[in-house]
């Protein structure tokens, strides 16, 4: 498997874990570095279970919860993890916030880049964090940009499945086999308390997506797979 420097902007603190976190794990026990960066905690719209259960709990305690979980997930997988604490629901962006991080994608010097589809209607956070993140990238490929960072060559941009495809006009042209690292994905999301209807939702969603590749590419020992729309189009001499 060839190295990678994989990077994932995930609106919500966990919302890496239900999108790629297989891929995660995949390219991570192959060496390759991965680093997640979460543009918020999800403390206000992606926490009901903590609210619902302690309502008047407030913010910044359930941005703890949220933010440990998040760091215990990452380190299963095998990734480092950056908080920005953005805010959300709803998130908004901003120069100031662009930059930011465009210096961590400058720092890190990535060569994939995954991150939320910039169309997803169901909530709007999600497109906002492609949109930054498609922003910052741009401006992390500029000399002027943030004088005295190393500006970034060319990366490639995968945007991962929204949580209803059908709805969203999600139509994935790439698939990645993690059937391998289940074990890792399932350890890793066991973590989360505060989402904890989500791992079997996704757990499914995988096992989906593993038989339709096994129908397009006819490998019977592919079981689980994460869907994803490439953005760059695929450049070579012949067809891969």
Not at 78 to 105: N, W, Y
Request: hydrophobic letters at 40%; glycine letters at 6%.
């Amino acid at each position: 498997m060839k190295k990678q420097r994989i990077m994932v902007v995930s609106s919500h603190a966990l919302d890496f874990l239900w999108r790629c976190s297989g891929t995660m794990a995949q390219y991570a026990k192959n060496g390759s570095p991965v680093k997640v960066v979460c543009l918020s905690y999800g403390e206000r719209g992606e926490s009901n279970p903590v609210w619902k259960k302690e309502p008047d709990i407030g913010e910044e305690a359930v941005k703890q919860i949220k933010k440990k979980e998040a760091e215990e997930a990452a380190a299963i997988l095998g990734a480092r993890i950056d908080f920005l604490d953005f805010g959300d629901h709803p998130m908004i962006s901003s120069q100031e916030k662009i930059m930011k991080l465009t210096e961590l994608i400058m720092e890190f010097q990535p060569t994939i880049l995954l991150t939320h589809m910039n169309t997803d209607v169901l909530n709007p956070d999600h497109a906002t964090a492609s949109n930054i993140a498609l922003s910052a990238l741009r401006c992390a490929h500029g000399f002027g940009t943030l004088p005295g960072h190393t500006p970034c060559k060319h990366v490639d941009v995968f945007m991962f499945e929204p949580a209803q495809p059908d709805i969203q006009g999600f139509r994935p042209d790439t698939y990645i086999d993690i059937t391998d690292v289940m074990e890792i994905r399932d350890k890793a999301m066991e973590t989360v308390a505060s989402q904890y209807y989500l791992p079997a939702f996704y757990r499914e969603r995988s096992s989906y997506r593993g038989g339709l590749v096994r129908r397009h590419a006819e490998k019977d020992e592919i079981q689980y797979a994460e869907a994803f729309v490439r953005m760059n189009p695929y450049i070579d001499k012949e067809f891969c």
